[in-house]
């Protein structure tokens, strides 16, 4: 019985290793999903961002013939309110965090840091995204990934 021994331990042997392949497999092809899953997140973004930025393009460009009315100032269309003349336009205090902070951050984060600063305004991540975004479009701003979160930075202006 020795050579039954013998077998025995070799189809053990193998099938621990053939185990350990496995698992490392497995593990690899989890960290390729989750890889996967983060870049499909991003692109996702891209697109609703593109699609708010395509839409925003076509409703601001006037159709050839057509006179698009101006609003005259003094009011703002909503009940009569003042404009807010002289007060800095949100696109400012964007730049103006992104230029102070250094450090990138989310548009939640921005979105957040303007709210706690301007207590009397309503600000809205997604058109603080758009208005990133439009930044960055300008070369105003820069974006990164970190993951599937997407980070901005002021542009370093050009020597």
Same mark, same amino acid.
């Given at each position: ?37 983060a870049e499909l997140d991003a692109l996702e973004h ?12 076509s409703a601001e460009t006037p159709l050839p013939g ?23 336009? !949100?696109?400012? #205090?964007?730049?103006n965090h992104l230029a102070a902070g250094g450090a990138?951050? =989310?548009?939640?984060?921005? $979105? %957040? &840091? ?17 208005? !990133?975004?439009? #930044? ?11 993951? =599937?979160?997407?980070?901005? $930075? %002021? &542009?370093?202006?050009?020597?």
């Amino acid at each position: 019985m020795p050579g039954e021994t013998e077998l025995t331990s070799a189809y053990s042997s193998k099938v621990a290793g053939d185990l350990e392949r496995n698992a490392e497999e497995q593990e690899r092809i989890r960290g390729e999903i989750a890889r996967l899953t983060a870049e499909l997140d991003a692109l996702e973004h891209d697109h609703g961002v593109l699609l708010n930025i395509r839409k925003a393009l076509s409703a601001e460009t006037p159709l050839p013939g057509r006179n698009v009315p101006r609003q005259k100032g003094g009011k703002n269309g909503k009940g009569g309110k003042a404009s807010g003349a002289g007060r800095i336009t !949100l696109v400012e #205090l964007i730049r103006n965090h992104l230029a102070a902070g250094g450090a990138p951050c =989310s548009a939640s984060e921005i $979105t %957040a &840091a303007l709210s706690a600063e301007h207590r009397d305004r309503h600000i809205q991540t997604t058109v603080v995204r758009t208005s !990133l975004e439009n #930044l960055v479009a300008k070369g105003q701003a820069r974006r990164s990934k970190q993951g =599937s979160s997407v980070l901005y $930075t %002021a &542009a370093v202006p050009a020597k």
